[in-house]
């Protein structure tokens, strides 16, 4: 009947009836946005392709970063960040300082979570692992709990209220019992009179046998005390050879 309203704009080109209503509607094939985008807005940021006001929701999964537009996310996950170079994300608090942390994962450096801004201006690996070996650094202090480690724990200083060696261990320096280490590879100190160290073969309460041996600063005296669970003998050898026995009833044999 030629009425303009049969037909949808010059822009649009076509019957009315095929364009989307200004109330909303639904549409079919792809949809290509050749510009910027914004949601639940009047004005988009120049910055942005693509702004939402309000909550958005990806039912499904979704990948960002530069790769290679045909890749697909790896099953099972819902976020998968793939980049050239590193993949790298932040957290980051708008408050004050904009305290910030980057989760991140780089190939020939592994995983690292760094603070790169607020209370330090540095940018600090506060904890990463390493591509291949897993072998953990913690770049800061652990204040409290326990660490169970199946591997090496290296570095310049170990600090606690208890350690706790199921295996063997290798110490490159000096060790400080009781005190700070010195100049000897093993110093050991006690604060008032009595036994420094115990050497025991334990079998329970009841079976033992061990050195201990004692200092008094007041007596000017270092014991060496051999005793167990039934009496203890000292036995000096040379070479494997015995050359001294003491026995319990302090009888000596050469």
Do not use: C, W
Not at 224 to 238: D, H, I, M, P, R
Request: net charge negative; aromatic share 4%; hydrophobic share 35%.
């Amino acid at each position: 009947d030629g009425l303009a309203s049969n037909y949808a704009t010059s822009a649009q080109g076509t019957l009315a009836t095929n364009a989307l209503p200004k109330g909303g509607g639904t549409m079919t094939g792809n949809l290509l946005v050749n510009a910027q985008l914004a949601v639940n807005s009047t004005t988009v940021n120049a910055a942005n392709k693509l702004e939402v006001h309000g909550q958005a929701r990806v039912n499904g999964a979704m990948m960002i970063g530069n790769s290679t537009i045909s890749n697909t996310v790896t099953s099972g996950a819902q976020l998968h960040l793939k980049n050239s170079g590193e993949a790298r994300m932040r957290l980051e608090d708008s408050d004050s300082t904009n305290l910030a942390f980057d989760i991140l994962v780089n190939q020939g450096a592994g995983f690292q979570i760094k603070e790169t801004v607020g209370g330090d201006s540095g940018d600090d690996v506060r904890f990463s692992i390493a591509e291949s070996t897993g072998a953990v650094t913690i770049g800061g202090t652990i204040n409290s709990g326990a660490i169970t480690s199946t591997g090496q724990i290296t570095g310049t200083e170990l600090e606690g209220t208890s350690l706790d060696i199921n295996g063997n261990a290798d110490i490159s320096g000096a060790v400080g019992i009781g005190t700070a280490p010195t100049s000897r590879n093993l110093s050991v100190f006690r604060g008032t009179a009595g036994s420094v160290a115990t050497f025991q073969h334990y079998t329970d309460a009841s079976n033992f046998a061990g050195l201990y041996i004692n200092v008094s600063q007041a007596d000017d005296e270092v014991v060496l005390n051999a005793s167990g669970s039934s009496g203890g003998a000292f036995v000096f050898q040379q070479g494997n050879n015995q050359s001294l026995k003491l026995d319990t009833s302090l009888n000596a044999t050469f």
